[in-house]
């Protein structure tokens, strides 16, 4: 029985638990989790922990002692199978019943599998969500050479650096015809299919994927739509996540793509929050459109509106969202959405290495991503809260910090 029981125990479910005792609360809290680990950090998954070069223990949210030293609660490899709002009870998978005064649900997502459904039952598919994931591909890795790539995606690209790195042939496939097409313009998109293919990763764009081949219940290759097969030893699969929202749904609560919630991060149930990727929420940089955000800023942010809202500080969720993605030596930083664009400007040239490039909408900054350039990345933050509209040859100037645009 907890005053608080919190479903999840990721980036926004222990930031909510975290917050909640930095907000004074003494009530019961649980944080209960389906994976066997403490909480951690989840984007060295693709990065440092997929290269070897980070231990696990250095990605823990915090050590052990600090939750018991909080009296937070931790159920892990607990998976909560159903949800009866009406009783306020959790059931897990044995059937056992957690009540809840209130409930956080920080869910996040599922890998989204093959829409052939051809990775069920073979060896050597991947997804990289978890630490589990990781520790079985990293098991494989050395018996791998050829290592096919669904997916040109952040994580996907993000694998597929670490993997050229450690000596794999690595072949990318993405259906559109250019990579991060869902986030970013196409300059950046071309001068990261530069610089992959620099490193030797081979590219098959504008390719679906028809099915993947096995032979003795391993992962032999991936068969295009175009009829080509690329032999594999290991595929990983990077093509999204889907929410992790049924038993939500199953209870009545008003679900999309994504548990649908208000500015406090409240559901359709008063006494039910939802925090994180799979939180579907009216968002102010995106002119008012419903999304959901996939980044550890929005999980962090949203843990702090619920936990100020159960607390009865007043607030409200209106974070400009930002995002990163390390690529070998390249940082990419995005601050804002740049989804409907109507016209952008480059600051300084790809051919450099460090550039930024600057979305607007109706003439105002909406967003900015920096490759290898963190001043713009910071500055242009204060630029896009202050809605401002600077002159496209002011943005174009490297010569001019952005933060002297700032009305
Ligand atoms: P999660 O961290 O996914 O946590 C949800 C937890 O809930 C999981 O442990 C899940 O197993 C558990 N769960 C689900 N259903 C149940 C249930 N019914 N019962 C019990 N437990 C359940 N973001 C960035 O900003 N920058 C990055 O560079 C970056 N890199 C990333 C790299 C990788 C490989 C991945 C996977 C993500 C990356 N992200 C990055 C995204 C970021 O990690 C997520 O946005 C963040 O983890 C979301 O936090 P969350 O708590 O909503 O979900």
Not at 7 to 21: N, S, Y
Not at 270 to 283: E, K, R, S, Y
Not at 345 to 350: A, D, H, N, W
Not at 371 to 384: H, T
């Amino acid at each position: 029985q907890f005053d608080i029981a919190i479903v999840g125990a990721g980036h926004a479910g222990a930031q909510a638990a975290i917050a909640l005792r930095g907000q004074g609360y003494e009530g019961r809290i649980g944080l209960i989790g389906d994976e066997p680990d403490l909480p951690y950090e989840r984007p060295p998954l693709s990065k440092e922990y997929l290269a070897g070069e980070k231990p696990f223990e250095r990605m823990l949210l915090r050590k052990e002692s600090f939750w018991e030293e909080r009296d937070i609660r931790l159920l892990p490899s607990t998976r909560i199978e159903r949800v009866d709002a009406r009783t306020h009870e959790l059931f897990d998978a044995e059937g056992e019943s957690i009540r809840y005064g209130k409930l956080i649900w920080a869910g996040g997502g599922e890998p989204r599998r093959m829409p052939c459904g051809s990775d069920a039952g073979l060896s050597g598919v991947h997804a990289i969500r978890t630490h589990a994931d990781v520790q079985l591909l990293r098991k494989e890795l050395a018996a791998a050479d050829r290592i096919v790539v669904v997916g040109g995606g952040y994580i996907g690209l993000e694998a597929a650096a670490v993997l050229t790195r450690l000596g794999k042939h690595v072949t990318v496939v993405e259906a559109a015809t250019r990579l991060l097409s869902r986030v970013c313009g196409a300059p950046i998109s071309d001068f990261y299919e530069r610089l992959h293919r620099a490193a030797g990763v081979e590219f098959r764009l504008n390719t679906m994927t028809d099915c993947l081949e096995g032979e003795d219940h391993h992962v032999r290759g991936v068969r295009l739509s175009c009829g080509e097969s690329l032999p594999a030893d290991l595929v990983i699969i990077g093509i999204g996540i889907v929410p992790s929202i049924e038993p939500l749904t199953a209870a009545g609560i008003d679900t999309a793509n994504g548990v649908r919630v208000d500015a406090q991060c409240r559901t359709s149930d008063p006494d039910i929050f939802a925090i994180g990727d799979c939180a579907l929420h009216v968002n102010a940089w995106a002119d008012s459109a419903e999304i959901r955000l996939e980044s550890v800023q929005n999980a962090n942010d949203m843990a702090k509106v619920a936990a100020q809202v159960i607390t009865g500080t007043p607030a409200h969720y209106d974070a400009l969202p930002w995002f990163w993605s390390n690529q070998y030596d390249v940082k990419l930083q995005t601050a804002g959405l740049s989804m409907g664009y109507d016209d952008h400007v480059l600051r300084g040239s790809p051919d450099e290495g460090s550039f930024s490039m600057a979305y607007l909408k109706a003439g105002r900054i909406v967003a900015l991503d920096a490759v290898n350039r963190p001043a713009d990345f910071v500055q242009a933050q204060k630029l896009i809260r202050a809605r401002a509209s600077p002159s496209l040859a002011a943005l174009a100037d490297i010569e001019m910090p952005l933060k002297t645009l700032i009305p």
